[in-house]
């Protein structure tokens, strides 16, 4: 059975940092791409970053590149998001899954329940 389970989120101030976890089961990593997805209130879910488990090349959307770093753990079978210079736009629940490195969609729809990450002052 596939599974994805995110923690790692909170509430952070303007300016601040959190890690953001991914832990993955059922799945043959080596074959997939895992990328992180977040849905901000009143918003559709996006892809914001993708790394192919295999080679370790990533993208990320625009609009937090530079900020956000994705990097994942082989022997954890974990992927991670870094996200540093957190601004209130950033406030979403965030959630992993498999995903297609071309534009960053999901690629199985097994979606786990998130994490809330919330920027606020």
């Known amino acids: 059975q596939v599974q994805f389970v995110e923690s790692g989120g909170g509430l952070v101030q303007p300016g601040g940092s959190l890690r953001l976890s991914c832990a993955v089961s059922g799945l043959t990593l080596e074959k997939y791409s895992i990328g992180w997805f977040r849905q901000g209130p009143g918003k559709e879910r996006e892809g914001i970053s993708c790394i192919n488990y295999n080679s370790g090349r990533v993208v990320y959307r625009d609009s937090v590149e530079g900020r956000f770093t994705i990097s994942r753990d082989n022997a954890k079978n974990t992927v991670y998001l870094q996200m540093n210079s957190l601004v209130p736009e950033d406030t979403a629940v965030y959630y992993c899954?498999?995903?297609?490195?071309?534009?960053?969609?999901?690629?199985?729809?097994?979606w786990g329940q998130g994490t809330q990450v919330t920027v606020s002052s």
């Open positions: 899954e498999a995903c297609w490195l071309t534009d960053m969609t999901a690629q199985l729809d097994y």
